[in-house]
């Protein structure tokens, strides 16, 4: 014996062999310990707990175990939707993580978790804000999405009133040397130095800027580069 205290069932195991502890869970002890083995007919179903006052029932991580479908408690619903379970505690309803399996990511067990478990009476509203919740947050992303379009049009207006002005203020200007003659401007060809990108405060995106006063968006793939 292992020194363990394990409680096992009434019934005894048909067989006991050795098993290695391949990590030492169990400070002072060996590594090895007795596994009882059951034989099937010493086993029997499942029987799922019932739901009682609004409260869905746990085991002693706080969680349902779902593996098969008739695993679920009675009087409880599975809502098999993502974001429920924060959604749920804003709503004060009882919910449960549902643990469908497991991962075994670096040889350690990680259980999957699908939606939540609550009783049948509230999982109709849970659905009705989950659908409300979703639907609140696609009209905000739209609103942000068109957002930017307009910043992006007012950054543009702004440019070219900017170069409007310049090329206003400056018609005729010749390019030599002060003192000399004035004539017709030469043709000016935009360049952007990289030191001259910075964030804009209006629309938040990255911009550059020409000697001109010509300021442009600068696109992702330009961004990356």
């Given at each position: ?8 069932p ?49 085991n002693?991580f706080g ?35 549902a ?29 009705l ?13 739209e ?20 170069k ?5 203020k400056?018609?005729g200007?010749?390019e ?12 000016h060809?935009?360049k952007?130095?990289?030191?001259s ?16 006063g010509?300021?442009?968006?600068i ?7």
């Amino acid at each position: 014996s292992s020194g363990i205290n394990a409680e096992w069932p009434l019934r005894p195991g048909y067989k006991v062999v050795k098993q290695k502890i391949f990590y030492d869970r169990w400070p002072g002890d060996d590594r090895w310990r007795d596994l009882p083995l059951w034989g099937e007919w010493q086993t029997e179903w499942y029987h799922a707990p019932t739901a009682a006052d609004g409260k869905v029932p746990r085991n002693e991580f706080g969680n349902v175990e779902l593996f098969k479908p008739w695993m679920l408690p009675k009087k409880t619903v599975h809502v098999d939707l993502p974001g429920t379970y924060a959604l749920a505690r804003r709503l004060g309803i009882d919910a449960a993580h549902a643990v469908v399996g497991f991962e075994f990511p670096r040889c350690r067990a990680v259980p999957m978790t699908s939606g939540v478990v609550v009783c049948e009476e509230h999982a109709e509203t849970l659905r009705l804000a989950w659908e409300e919740y979703n639907n609140n947050q696609a009209k905000k992303q739209e609103e942000k999405r068109l957002k930017r379009i307009y910043d992006n049009w007012k950054l543009l207006i702004r440019t070219l009133l900017i170069k409007e002005k310049i090329l206003t203020k400056y018609e005729g200007m010749s390019e030599d040397k002060p003192g000399a003659k004035k004539g017709k401007a030469k043709g000016h060809i935009h360049k952007f130095p990289k030191k001259s990108h910075r964030l804009d405060k209006i629309t938040g995106q990255m911009v550059k800027k020409c000697a001109c006063g010509l300021i442009v968006p600068i696109d992702d793939e330009e961004e990356e580069l």
